[in-house]
């Protein structure tokens, strides 16, 4: 089975989405996604605030350690079928937490589905991000 490529740009798809978070008033994701090499750039704004991450990351199941957003986050990414799984554990001055993202493209590859399961001392919730591309 041949691994699908995220190249491109994705729109945040609100209608479709379920979220346990607020609902951004804009998010874009872009991936570069060359073989075992995943570069992804993400930005979300809350009314007049957001924020945007990038992170080169391998897609080799070891972990790699990375900063985000000032805090230290150990991520793995792998393969599982024809979803690409990110495990990532963040080393925060509140205490650790996990976030584990599950991606696969659907509708022939005009949709990107995330499922993300956060979990905190401090907060849990499950979302499904659904992405158009642009």
């Known amino acids: 089975m041949s691994q699908p490529n995220f190249t491109g740009s994705w729109t945040h798809n609100p209608e ?11 998010s874009l994701f872009q991936f570069e996604h060359e073989g075992p090499k995943l570069r992804l ?3 979300l704004k809350f009314g007049d605030q957001g924020n945007t991450i990038t992170l080169d990351l391998a897609i080799d199941g ?5 900063k ?3 805090v230290d986050a150990n991520v793995r990414m792998y393969w599982d079928g024809d979803t ?9 001055p509140e205490g650790d937490a996990t976030n ?12 990107l589905v995330a499922l993300e399961c ?3 001392a401090r907060q849990d919730y499950e979302n499904t991000w659904v992405l158009d591309r642009q």
């Not at 479709?16 to 804009?26: A, D, F, G, N, Q």
């Open 41 to 43: 750039t993400r930005t």
């Open 62 to 66: 070891e972990e790699h350690l990375h």
């Open 100 to 111: 584990v993202v599950r991606y696969w493209l659907e509708n022939e590859g005009q949709t």
């Open 16 to 26: 479709r989405s379920k979220l346990e978070i607020p609902m951004p008033t804009y």
């Open 84 to 92: 690409l799984v990110g495990d990532m554990k963040v080393i925060g």
């Open 118 to 120: 956060f979990h905190s």
């Open 68 to 70: 985000l957003l000032g």
